[in-house]
C-alpha cells in the first residue's frame, strides 16, 4: 500500500484535529501520524477512526502487537489476533471471549462480547430475550413489547470468511478496542444500548494459511509482472471451497459454529464482511450496465439469464463492464438470492484505502 507524502499527512492531521480536540478521548501518542501514514488518500478517513485512543489499562493494538492495525505489509493470523482479543478481555470489564467452535485443523474459533459492565454482567439474561423475541411461537406480541423496553439489540460482525479478503480481521481488532475504551458520546451509547458480537476470524485454517503465503511469497514485492498468485488455493482446510456455499449443507467446522452462535445469541443485526476491487458499483438487475455497450447485445444475454438459470426475481451484483462471462454473471445471481437469503445485504470491503458498501 503506497504511503502519503509529508504534505498530505499534515492536511490530513489539519483536517482531524478539530474533530480530536472535541472529542473526550486522548489521542494515543503517535496515532494519527501512523494512520494518515498508511491511508492512501486523507478522503478515505473519517475523523472517528483518524485516531487510536488512549488508555491506561487497556492495551491498544500498537502497544500489543507493535503496530497500527491495517499497516503496509503486515497481516495477522491467529496466532497473534487470538491473544490480542483475550488480553481485551483480562484488561476490561466490558469485553468477554467465548470459544464458539474448532476448526478441522483444530485452532479455535473466538467470539467476542461487548458491553458496559452492566450488559457484560447481563449477557446470559439478553440472549434469553433475544431468543423470545426471535419465536413468535412462544412470544406474542404484547409480551414482545415488554421484552423490548428491557432488552438490547445484538450486533454481530462475521470476519474473514474468505481468507484472502484480509482486511477485516484487523478491522474488527481495531474497532473492538474503540468499543472497549472511547469515551465518545456515540460509543458509551453503543455500550450502554447495544451487544456488539465480534467474529475476528471465522475461517482460522484459511487465514492461517493466507498469513503464510503472503510473508513466504508476497511481502515487499511489487512488480506484478513476476508475482505468484495473490493467495494460497485454500480458502479453508480443503482446496478451492467458498464456505459461502456451505451454509445450508453446513459441513465444515467453521459453518457449523456460527450456526451455533446463531441459535445461542439470535443477533438482531448480521453484518458480514467481505471484500472487493475499490468503487464497487450495485446493479439491481435492470439496465443500461454500461452505456458504451449496445443494449441489443446485452438486453438477450440477461433475458436467458432471467428465465434459464434463475427465476425473474433474480437480481445480481455487477461491475461498471460486463465482460464476464454468463458463468460468471450466474454465480453473481446465486449470490444474492442464495448467500444474500433474498433479503438486502450489504458487503464492506475494510482496509486504510477506504470503505465500500454494496447492496444488493
Not at 38 to 51: E, G, K, L, N, R
Not at 62 to 67: D, I
Not at 87 to 113: K, M, N, Q
Amino acid at each position: 500500500m503506497s504511503r502519503l507524502t509529508p504534505a498530505w499527512i499534515f492536511l490530513l492531521a489539519l483536517f482531524t484535529l478539530p474533530a480530536i480536540a472535541q472529542s473526550p478521548d486522548i489521542p494515543e501518542a503517535g496515532s494519527v501520524e501512523a494512520i494518515a501514514a498508511a491511508t492512501t488518500d486523507p478522503h478515505y478517513v473519517s475523523p472517528w477512526v483518524s485516531y487510536i485512543p488512549q488508555s491506561s489499562t487497556v492495551p491498544s493494538p500498537e502497544k500489543f502487537l507493535g503496530r497500527i492495525m491495517g499497516a503496509p505489509g503486515e497481516l495477522l493470523g491467529t496466532e497473534k489476533a487470538y491473544p490480542y482479543a483475550r488480553a481485551l478481555a483480562a484488561a476490561s470489564p466490558r469485553v468477554r471471549v467465548f470459544t464458539i467452535g474448532y476448526s478441522e485443523e483444530g485452532r479455535e474459533i473466538l467470539l467476542l462480547a461487548i458491553a458496559d459492565e452492566a450488559g457484560i454482567r447481563a449477557l446470559d439474561r439478553l440472549k434469553d430475550a433475544t431468543a423470545a423475541l426471535a419465536d413468535p411461537r412462544r412470544t406474542n406480541e404484547a409480551a414482545a413489547e415488554k421484552i423490548i423496553v428491557s432488552s438490547r439489540p445484538i450486533y454481530y460482525f462475521n470476519a474473514a470468511l474468505h481468507s484472502d479478503e484480509t482486511g477485516s480481521t484487523e478491522a474488527m481488532l481495531e474497532l473492538a478496542y474503540r468499543l472497549t475504551v472511547s469515551e465518545q458520546p456515540m460509543i458509551q451509547r453503543i455500550r450502554e444500548q447495544v451487544v456488539v458480537l465480534i467474529n475476528p476470524i471465522s475461517n482460522p485454517d484459511g487465514r492461517d494459511k493466507m498469513v503464510d503465503w503472503f510473508y513466504r511469497y508476497l511481502k515487499g514485492k511489487t512488480d506484478r509482472t513476476t508475482l505468484p498468485r495473490q493467495s494460497p488455493p485454500y480458502w479453508s482446510r480443503y482446496t478451492f471451497v467458498d464456505i459461502n456455499r456451505d451454509t445450508h449443507q453446513q459441513t465444515h467446522e467453521t459453518t457449523k459454529a456460527v450456526h451455533r452462535m446463531f441459535h445461542e445469541w439470535h443477533p438482531t443485526v448480521v453484518h458480514d464482511l467481505h471484500e472487493g476491487t475499490p468503487l464497487m458499483m450495485t446493479w439491481n438487475g435492470t439496465g443500461p450496465y454500461n452505456p458504451n455497450i449496445d443494449p441489443r447485445f446485452l438486453n438477450p444475454i440477461q433475458k436467458w439469464n432471467g428465465t434459464v438459470l434463475f427465476p425473474p426475481r433474480a437480481s445480481s451484483l455487477g461491475r461498471l463492464a460486463t465482460t464476464s462471462t454468463t458463468r460468471k454473471r450466474a454465480h453473481l445471481q446465486h449470490w444474492t438470492t442464495r448467500h444474500a437469503g433474498r433479503k438486502k445485504c450489504c458487503a464492506i470491503s475494510t482496509g486504510r484505502h477506504g470503505i465500500h458498501c454494496r447492496k444488493g
